[in-house]
Structures are given as structure tokens and as C-alpha cells.
């Protein structure tokens, strides 16, 4: 009895001198709760403002006195926590454990410098507590204490909102970036997307570059085996090396069936950036050819035996067969004149462009909202959406172009020419132009590897 004694108190002693050294503290090696990401503190996050929630503990130093571990104040953590499908801020905040009413001051303060609902799916809030830990007097567990929480706005901004003295304030701050510029070039063999992708461009640098020469080129139709292209954009990272953004090209070129077209990014006196050809004229275009993204020419302009009726007729604009939903946007700015119902074309817009020029678009599922007869509307602007309504056999936009009333064909039409730089804006243009040209050159010819995190 007396050497089992002796045994259960050494037991009980060895069990408070190792629980003397477990402190909760940050750790990569701590794993997420679901639907949370980057560095946890164990299951911190289910207790706030919860005492009866079990925190969780991680072994660090146990060689630590008790003492030395209590004396620290604990250290503000943050829980990275991505935004689902039907997520608001305060469905994210009360998930992790923040009471009702904390939820609605710490926003109301956010909204003050942004709106939560521009906030989307697939964003990331950064919600931050002080973590558990273990008081000397009695070794009770406390719980965290929400502090608050960070959101990126942008890739060069970011709003926090903080706790300071019982009530929750917003501060915003500029995130450190930096820019590189990456020089890239290479031949077309099957499509240029993937001529970019072996050349390591970036997703949003290809696209900002079809988009930069959709008003001259068919990407569809022109664009031929060995033609070629070469790039300068700046590549954006934060400050962990991450890429941020890609889609800043300074000079571009492509050179089809022979033929060199080069533009260049230039910010006008009227504080607007767009990209310029050699000449100072500017390579966007006052209408678009096609007013929507990844579709397919379905079918042309001209005589055709129509697909419901069972005839031929002429067929008097281009048809874009694409995914129903899919967006469409305004092919240049101009003012809605007609949006309804019309016949056989089912939901239908029709914008004037100026005293000359019309578009249409038809068949479309729904309209954006706010769409209607005298609306202004700019190059890009979304209108609608793709559908089947009115005669028509599956899910396509019909797009005409017109001119004083009569139809062109989209495709062949020579489109009316942008703005063209003059007198000492010209001037300037000039320079920047050499000063591009020369930095081309001297950048090495092969892109700088660098992992996106």
C-alpha cells in the first residue's frame, strides 16, 4: 500500500509538471478547422465568446516554468477563412464563434471604408483573436478573445478592423508590391494560347493581350501556323512573391501571315490608359467584332438555309453559339434605344452608337439589370446574357452591326477607328515608345521563372 501511494503521487506529480508545459501558441504544424486555411491555433476558433468550447492544446516548450509561460500576454493570431457559396460576412464571423453583436459592430465599422457586400465567393477574411492560454492561479482554460479582422480590397489595399478599447475601428493600409517587367516571345504552332502558356505567361497576361488586339485580329480565323508574337508586361507580386497581377502589358506585338502589329500602353492627358499603335492611333476600336468571350462563330453573314424555318434567307449578322448565361457585353458606347421583346429575335437590344452606327444583340435570356430604352452604356459594359428565346434552335447571340440602318457583316466590316494622339500628347507618346523599344531589347529573351504561392 505504502510503495502504491508513493506511486500515485509521483503519477500525479510527473501529469501537472507536463501540463505546466503546454501553451497554446501559433503553428504551421496545427491543422485548419474545415473551411479554414493557413495556420490555426488547434480549436481556438470554436470558442469565441464560448467559455464551455474545449481549447485545444500543442506541445511547445516543456522545459518552460509555469511562471515564465503566463507572464507573456498571448499573441493576436488570425485564421484565414475563404468565403463559400451563400457566405456573407456575418454568416463567416458567426461561424467562427463571434457573438451576434460583436459580428455587427466589427462590421459596421468595416463598412465604413468598404461595403461588405462586394465581398465574393472565393475571397479570403483574415479573422483574428487572442488565443487560450493557462492562468498560474488555478490552471483553468480561458477562452479567445475576437480582435477582429483583415480583407484584402485589392492586390494593393487592405482594410482591417481592430479592436481598441472595447469597440472595433477600421484602418486601411497599402500593401507592398513590386513590379518587374518580363519580357516574352514566341511562335504559334497550334493557338496562341498555348504558344503563351510554353513561354510561362500568365493566364491574365494572355488574356489582357487577345483582348488588346480583339478589335483588329479574328483570333478564330487569322491567326496561322508560325505566325508569332513577343510581350513586355509587368509582373506584380506582394510581399510574399506571390503574383498579384499580369495583365499590365507595356508593349506587345504580333506578327500574322507576315504582317507586324505593334502596340503600346500609354496613359492619356485625359488620365485614361490604352494602348496606341507606332502611329498614335489607338488599337481599341469604336465597336467590338465579337461582344462575348469563348464562343464559337456558329454562323455567318449571307444566304443560308435557315435552321427552323427550312428555307434559304439571309441571314443579316453572325450568330455566337456559347454556353446559356453566358455574358454580353456592349461592343461600344453608346445610348439603348430599343429593349424587349421583338418577334422572332425574342429578348432584344439595339444601341446607337452615334449618328451613324447601330449594334443588335438577340435571342439574349434576360437583360442585365438596369437595362432599358435611354440607358448609357460603355465599351465592355455587360447587357445580358446569352439564351434561346424568339426563333432560334439553342442557346447563341445573333449580333448585328449597322450603318445608317443597313446591316454589315460583323466580320468584314472595316470598323470605325478610336481616337488618334496629336500635338504634344503625340510628342510624348513618341518618347515613351523609344523608351519602351529600348527596354524591350535590353530584358533577357527567356521569361523569369517565378512560383506563383
Same mark, same amino acid.
Given at each position: 500500500?505504502?510503495?502504491? =501511494?508513493?506511486?500515485? &503521487?509521483?503519477?500525479?506529480?510527473?501529469?501537472?509538471?507536463?501540463?505546466? +508545459?503546454?501553451?497554446?501558441?501559433?503553428?504551421?504544424?496545427?491543422?485548419?478547422?474545415?473551411? /479554414?486555411?493557413? $495556420?490555426?491555433?488547434?480549436?481556438?476558433? @470554436?470558442?469565441?465568446?464560448?467559455?464551455?468550447?474545449?481549447?485545444?492544446?500543442?506541445?511547445?516548450?516543456?522545459?518552460?516554468?509555469?511562471?515564465?509561460?503566463?507572464? !507573456?500576454? %498571448?499573441?493576436?493570431?488570425?485564421?484565414?477563412?475563404?468565403?463559400?457559396?451563400?457566405?456573407?460576412?456575418?454568416? #463567416? @464571423?458567426?461561424?467562427?464563434?463571434?457573438?451576434?453583436? $460583436?459580428?455587427?459592430?466589427?462590421i459596421r465599422a468595416f463598412s465604413k471604408v468598404h461595403s461588405p457586400?462586394?465581398?465574393? !465567393?472565393?475571397?479570403?477574411?483574415?479573422?483574428?483573436?487572442? %488565443?487560450?492560454?493557462?492562468?498560474?492561479?488555478?490552471?483553468?482554460?480561458?477562452?479567445?478573445?475576437?480582435?477582429?479582422?483583415?480583407?484584402?480590397?485589392?492586390?494593393?489595399?487592405?482594410?482591417?478592423?481592430?479592436? $481598441?478599447?472595447?469597440?472595433?475601428?477600421? !484602418?486601411?493600409?497599402?500593401?507592398?508590391?513590386?513590379?518587374?517587367?518580363?519580357?516574352?516571345?514566341?511562335? &504559334?504552332?497550334?493557338?496562341?494560347?498555348?504558344?503563351?502558356?510554353?513561354?510561362?505567361?500568365?493566364?491574365?497576361?494572355?488574356? $489582357?493581350?487577345?483582348?488588346?488586339?480583339?478589335?483588329?485580329?479574328?483570333?478564330?480565323?487569322?491567326?496561322?501556323?508560325?505566325?508569332?508574337? !513577343?510581350?513586355?508586361?509587368?509582373? #506584380?507580386?506582394?510581399?510574399?512573391?506571390?503574383? #498579384?497581377?499580369?495583365?499590365?502589358?507595356?508593349?506587345?506585338? /504580333?506578327?500574322?501571315? +507576315?504582317?507586324?502589329?505593334?502596340?503600346?500602353?500609354?496613359?492619356?492627358?485625359?488620365?485614361?490608359?490604352?494602348?496606341?499603335?507606332?502611329?498614335?492611333? *489607338?488599337?481599341?476600336?469604336?465597336?467590338?467584332?465579337? %461582344?462575348?468571350?469563348?464562343?464559337?462563330?456558329?454562323?455567318?453573314?449571307?444566304?443560308?438555309?435557315?435552321?427552323?424555318?427550312?428555307?434559304?434567307?439571309m441571314h443579316r449578322g453572325v450568330d455566337f453559339a456559347a454556353a446559356?448565361?453566358? %455574358?454580353?457585353?456592349?461592343?461600344?458606347?453608346?445610348?439603348?434605344?430599343?429593349?424587349?421583346?421583338?418577334? *422572332?429575335?425574342?429578348?432584344?437590344?439595339? &444601341?446607337?452608337?452615334?449618328?451613324?452606327?447601330?449594334?443588335?444583340?438577340?435571342?439574349?435570356?434576360?437583360?442585365?439589370?438596369?437595362?432599358?430604352?435611354?440607358?448609357?452604356?460603355?465599351?465592355?459594359?455587360?447587357? +445580358?446574357?446569352? =439564351?434561346?428565346?424568339?426563333? *432560334?434552335?439553342?442557346?447563341?447571340?445573333?449580333?448585328? &452591326?449597322?450603318?445608317?440602318?443597313?446591316?454589315?457583316?460583323?466580320?468584314?466590316?472595316? /470598323?470605325?477607328?478610336?481616337?488618334?494622339?496629336?500635338?504634344?500628347?503625340?510628342?510624348?507618346?513618341?518618347?515613351?515608345?523609344?523608351?519602351?523599344?529600348?527596354?524591350?531589347a535590353m530584358l533577357p529573351k527567356s521569361p523569369i521563372k517565378t512560383? *506563383?504561392?
Amino acid at each position: 500500500m505504502l510503495f502504491r =501511494g508513493i506511486a500515485t &503521487i509521483t503519477g500525479l506529480v510527473a501529469t501537472v509538471a507536463v501540463c505546466s +508545459g503546454y501553451v497554446l501558441t501559433s503553428s504551421a504544424s496545427v491543422k485548419s478547422l474545415p473551411g /479554414m486555411e493557413g $495556420e490555426s491555433l488547434a480549436l481556438a476558433p @470554436l470558442s469565441l465568446g464560448n467559455p464551455s468550447a474545449v481549447p485545444g492544446i500543442e506541445t511547445t516548450s516543456p522545459d518552460l516554468p509555469l511562471a515564465a509561460v503566463t507572464a !507573456q500576454p %498571448p499573441q493576436t493570431v488570425e485564421h484565414a477563412v475563404k468565403i463559400g457559396r451563400g457566405d456573407t460576412l456575418a454568416k #463567416v @464571423l458567426q461561424r467562427a464563434g463571434v457573438t451576434g453583436r $460583436e459580428a455587427r459592430d466589427a462590421i459596421r465599422a468595416f463598412s465604413k471604408v468598404h461595403s461588405p457586400r462586394r465581398i465574393r !465567393q472565393g475571397d479570403i477574411v483574415r479573422i483574428a483573436y487572442k %488565443p487560450h492560454h493557462l492562468e498560474a492561479a488555478d490552471l483553468k482554460a480561458t477562452p479567445g478573445t475576437f480582435a477582429g479582422f483583415g480583407y484584402n480590397v485589392s492586390y494593393e489595399r487592405e482594410v482591417k478592423v481592430l479592436r $481598441e478599447d472595447g469597440r472595433f475601428v477600421s !484602418q486601411t493600409r497599402d500593401r507592398p508590391i513590386s513590379r518587374q517587367a518580363v519580357r516574352a516571345e514566341g511562335v &504559334i504552332t497550334s493557338s496562341l494560347y498555348v504558344a503563351g502558356k510554353k513561354q510561362g505567361l500568365p493566364d491574365g497576361t494572355l488574356a $489582357e493581350l487577345i483582348r488588346a488586339f480583339s478589335w483588329d485580329v479574328d483570333f478564330q480565323r487569322d491567326i496561322r501556323k508560325n505566325d508569332a508574337f !513577343q510581350v513586355m508586361y509587368n509582373r #506584380v507580386t506582394d510581399e510574399t512573391g506571390k503574383l #498579384v497581377r499580369g495583365n499590365e502589358i507595356l508593349f506587345a506585338s /504580333m506578327t500574322l501571315s +507576315g504582317k507586324r502589329k505593334a502596340i503600346y500602353r500609354f496613359k492619356g492627358d485625359d488620365g485614361h490608359v490604352e494602348y496606341f499603335d507606332d502611329k498614335g492611333r *489607338s488599337a481599341q476600336k469604336a465597336l467590338m467584332r465579337t %461582344p462575348i468571350d469563348g464562343a464559337r462563330l456558329s454562323s455567318g453573314f449571307g444566304r443560308r438555309r435557315h435552321p427552323v424555318l427550312g428555307y434559304t434567307k439571309m441571314h443579316r449578322g453572325v450568330d455566337f453559339a456559347a454556353a446559356r448565361g453566358t %455574358p454580353i457585353y456592349a461592343a461600344g458606347n453608346g445610348t439603348i434605344d430599343y429593349a424587349g421583346r421583338r418577334g *422572332s429575335f425574342g429578348n432584344y437590344i439595339r &444601341i446607337r452608337h452615334n449618328g451613324n452606327y447601330q449594334t443588335a444583340y438577340a435571342h439574349m435570356k434576360g437583360f442585365a439589370r438596369g437595362m432599358r430604352k435611354g440607358r448609357r452604356v460603355s465599351q465592355g459594359q455587360v447587357i +445580358g446574357y446569352v =439564351g434561346t428565346t424568339g426563333r *432560334s434552335t439553342g442557346p447563341h447571340l445573333h449580333y448585328e &452591326i449597322l450603318r445608317k440602318g443597313r446591316q454589315l457583316n460583323p466580320m468584314r466590316v472595316r /470598323m470605325p477607328s478610336g481616337r488618334k494622339l496629336a500635338g504634344k500628347e503625340l510628342a510624348r507618346f513618341a518618347g515613351l515608345r523609344a523608351k519602351l523599344d529600348q527596354r524591350y531589347a535590353m530584358l533577357p529573351k527567356s521569361p523569369i521563372k517565378t512560383a *506563383s504561392r
